[in-house]
């Protein structure tokens, strides 16, 4: 939990502070004193009687009462200390900084659970331990370097790692990065990136608080909080860019069905992010550059003008804004002929906007001042200025920053000539602006922000299922695969459109179904899991005695039981499929289906319950989304039946938990309908 004495203690202690700044103790305390913490500020050494000019109190018994006790002791004494400022101090807040913990050994482990139990008792906040500390507007608590500037509308910024959370301000300061506030978990033992989060949503105040957050996550312990607290933000005006670290898995796992194979513990983070709005990033640099667009306006257009007196950089900054999917609409008309004239000789504007080397000042705002104004096809402007070293910029930044406080579009800059302009670049920063030294970062960056949807609404209305018979059936049901008539009760009532069908255990049953039933046949082999590589799936049969030939031959199949007959049905096949994934829940997945999924493996997921916008929006994602939409003369399928399937696949599994892994494979879609071929359910109870 976090309470008014961790964000804003009225005193503060470092316990085991030293003189020496070379110490964690000594740097915290230093540190605090550089930051002018207003409060009182304590210190306990044992061999020292003033630490940094502050009086050391040697016996903790000695101290008095304060709010927050940050503590830099080795870990063994750490357990004993908190007792005592908690039991007899009124300390409500506690950073331990110390390492030796849960991410030690199972000792370790033990004495944490034993200060989150004593910290707990008296309604207490912990961060760490073995964390690099807090700091926000009220105290810098931190024992590292840089100490970055704290401005109410920088970024705030949760790291579940200490020296990342250190590597990645080293990565935005130099910049013109700034942040609000910096929590390290740590070990998360009490307080982890979620607990923050939701903090930040509970009391997010508009105007006032940073609307950037930035987080670096190693592990999703509470991923429904997350997702809660985090699209809540994002609805409120905030916006989130997030690195989720690991995301590879050595090996694979063991899994009997498509969904199981195609879907991981990563690919359901995906799922979280996507559907709370979340940017997803991969590295310091990404993540830095993401969060120093969101301090700009926000982007309300796909449409880019890059105005540029270099040439290479906007045709690479071109290539990585069109390569993901932003528009550089061509400038011509009268208007841009009316521009030209203030250029000189030589210059374009055909976008991107040329105006070459020896460029002015000047002609750089005017140059906005059309992008802005009278450019009416241009949503936001990229401006590309560097120096060859010959002469200084300054007039040409203060420009620049002057247009960026009255445009209504937003202006990117990019600024390259880190070295010959360093000065230059450093007094643009001064004025509270941010550098994009890099344009092609940048044009990456903007293409990733626009691609990310906007979070789903908190309660999403599912369709009507028939809840009672789904839950009789499972509970009348032994845990692994469901027989094949469970199976088409359960599709019967989530009501998703099945294929005729019988199962038959003996010849006679055989050929009177397939009467019933009606000619041309599928028959697949009921008991083998993957029934193709067996043999166990027959196409076109069409007379009974094909019925009786394949009949007797796919009986003696290995763990064969019996025989599935359907009608043969035509159409492009589809496939969905939902996975439980542990902590997270469900995940529903789309694509086409049959070969195309073990081949091409091109899917779509998203995380359960999912509204109409969402399934929708996984189906045009999918690269073969032109099959499904036809392509070639070929007729498409109808998608709202397919966005049908899917909704009420994602509701069957919220109502229904115990299914750990279901498959709709093949679907077959036509204009008319979108109907289950074959399925196949796994429970776990």
């Known amino acids: 939990m976090i309470n008014k004495q961790l964000i804003n203690p009225q005193s503060i202690v470092v316990v085991g502070g030293s003189n020496n700044a070379m110490k964690t103790g000594g740097k915290v305390l230093k540190n605090l004193i550089e930051g002018k913490f207003s409060g009182k500020l304590y210190v306990?050494?044992?061999?020292?009687?003033?630490?940094q000019g502050i009086k050391s109190y040697k016996d903790l018994n000695n101290l008095p009462n304060v709010d927050l006790a940050i503590l830099a002791i080795?870990?063994?004494?750490?357990?004993?200390t908190v007792k005592i400022l908690a039991e007899q101090k009124n300390t409500k807040a506690f950073i331990i900084l110390s390492a030796g913990f849960s991410e030690e050994n199972s000792h370790g482990a033990a004495i944490e659970k034993l200060i989150v139990e004593e910290i707990n008792k008296v309604g207490g906040s912990l961060i760490g331990p073995n964390c690099i500390g807090v700091l926000n507007k009220n105290y810098t608590g931190v024992f590292t370097t840089p100490v970055p500037k704290i401005a109410e509308q920088g970024c705030d910024f949760i790291s579940g790692s200490g020296a990342t959370a250190v590597f990645i301000m080293e990565a935005g300061i130099p910049n013109g990065l700034t942040f609000s506030s910096v929590y390290s978990v740590g070990n998360s033992a009490q307080t982890g990136v979620e607990e923050v989060l939701k903090y930040m949503d509970d009391n997010y105040i508009h105007g006032k608080s940073s609307k950037v957050k930035l987080l670096y996550i190693e592990n999703i312990d509470k991923p429904e909080m997350l997702l809660k607290h985090a699209s809540s933000l994002i609805r409120k005006g905030c916006r989130i860019a997030a690195i989720k670290a690991g995301s590879s898995e050595a090996g694979s796992r063991a899994a009997s069905s498509h969904t199981g194979a195609l879907a991981s513990s990563d690919t359901a983070v995906n799922a979280l992010f996507k559907k709370a709005g979340i940017v997803r990033c991969y590295s310091r640099e990404e993540l830095t550059t993401i969060a120093g667009i969101f301090m700009h306006k926000e982007l309300q257009g796909k449409n880019i003008a890059i105005i540029t007196h270099a040439g290479?950089?906007?045709?690479?900054?071109?290539?990585?804004?069109?390569?993901?999917?932003?528009?550089?609409?061509?400038v011509k008309g009268d208007k841009a002929n009316k521009l030209l004239e203030y250029l000189f000789p030589g210059s374009s504007v055909a976008n991107p906007i040329d105006f070459l080397a020896t460029g002015t000042a000047e002609q750089l705002g005017i140059i906005i001042d059309y992008c802005d104004k009278e450019f009416t096809e241009i949503d936001a402007m990229i401006v590309i200025f560097?120096?060859?070293?010959?002469?200084?910029?300054?007039?040409?930044?203060?420009?620049?920053d002057e247009k960026m406080k009255s445009c209504k579009k937003p202006i990117f800059p990019v600024l390259p000539s880190v070295i010959n302009a360093g000065k230059e670049i450093e007094h643009f920063l001064s004025k509270g602006r941010i550098n994009f030294p890099d344009e092609v970062v940048l044009g990456n960056a903007l293409t990733k922000i626009y691609g990310t949807s906007k979070p789903q609404p908190a309660n999403i209305e599912l369709p009507q299922i028939n809840k009672n018979k789904i839950q009789k059936i499972i509970d009348s049901s032994e845990n692994g695969y469901l027989t094949p008539d469970k199976v088409q009760d359960i599709l019967d009532a989530a009501g998703i459109n099945r294929a005729g069908e019988a199962i038959v255990d003996n010849i006679?049953?055989?050929?009177?179904?397939?009467n019933e039933l009606g000619f041309p046949l599928v028959m697949k082999v009921v008991g083998p899991v993957h029934k193709s590589d067996v043999?166990?799936?027959?196409?076109n049969v069409d007379n009974n005695e094909k019925v009786?030939?394949?009949f007797k031959r796919m009986m003696q199949i290995k763990d064969t039981t019996s025989i599935l007959m359907q009608p043969?049905?035509?159409g492009i096949e589809l496939f969905a499929g939902a996975k439980f994934e542990p902590k997270f829940g469900h995940m529903v997945l789309c694509g086409l289906g049959g070969i195309f999924i073990e081949v091409l493996k091109d899917v779509s997921y998203g995380l359960a319950p999912l509204a109409r916008n969402e399934a929708s929006k996984m189906i045009k994602e999918l690269k073969g989304y032109g099959i499904i939409k036809g392509a070639r003369g070929q007729k498409g399928i109808n998608e709202e039946k397919f966005v049908d399937i899917i909704t009420r696949l994602s509701a069957l599994v919220k109502i229904a938990p115990e299914i750990i892994e279901m498959d709709l494979n093949p679907l077959l879609g036509t204009e008319q309908s979108v109907v289950a071929v074959d399925a196949r359910i796994r429970i776990q109870k």
């Open 44 to 51: 306990t050494n044992l061999k020292e009687d003033v630490v």
């Open 74 to 80: 080795a870990a063994k004494f750490c357990l004993q």
């Open 312 to 330: 290479g950089p906007a045709v690479m900054l071109t290539d990585s804004l069109s390569n993901g999917g932003l528009k550089i609409p061509s």
């Open 386 to 400: 560097g120096s060859p070293g010959l002469f200084d910029v300054y007039e040409v930044y203060d420009v620049l």
């Open 508 to 514: 006679d049953d055989a050929k009177a179904k397939a």
């Open 535 to 539: 043999g166990g799936v027959v196409l």
């Open 548 to 550: 009786t030939s394949e």
């Open 568 to 570: 043969m049905l035509k």
